[in-house]
């Protein structure tokens, strides 16, 4: 098993930043995929962004490219979304996902079903 923490959440102004940090711990598949879903209220989980677990892909949603960076450091078991140019449509709560299976080089999952592990979720909060 792996348990998943997130932190840094918090309510910010639009145009602001916020680093989110998830810390992994138990079997940590410090090799797999992770990645960072958001649910706004009334809205579906969706996919933010993904990294591979040597950190040298990535991808992410069309609407926060260019403002959101995803990133890993495997000596801390930690995964981190750095927010920079914040909205107020991106507010949600942001939830870190795990992946047990290891998949092929350059494929990084972007659906719910494909992550088998996930945080209790941070909210994160933008006023105009």
């Known amino acids: 098993q792996v348990q998943l923490v997130e932190s840094g959440g918090g309510l910010v102004q639009a145009g602001g930043s916020l680093r989110l940090s998830c810390a992994a711990s138990g079997r940590t598949f410090s090799r797999n995929v992770k990645g960072w879903f958001r649910q706004a209220p009334g809205k579906e989980r969706e996919f933010v962004a993904a990294i591979s677990g040597s950190g040298s892909s990535t991808n992410s949603v069309d609407s926060v490219k260019g403002r959101f960076t995803i990133s890993r450091d495997n000596a801390k078991n930690t995964v981190y979304l750095q927010m920079n140019g914040l909205k107020p449509e991106d507010t949600a709560v942001y939830y870190c996902?795990?992946?047990?299976?290891?998949?092929?080089?350059?494929?990084?999952?972007?659906?719910?079903?494909?992550?088998?592990?996930w945080g209790q979720g941070t909210q994160v909060t933008v006023s105009s």
């Open positions: 996902a795990a992946v047990r299976a290891l998949y092929g080089p350059g494929y990084l999952p972007t659906r719910k079903y494909e992550y088998d592990y």
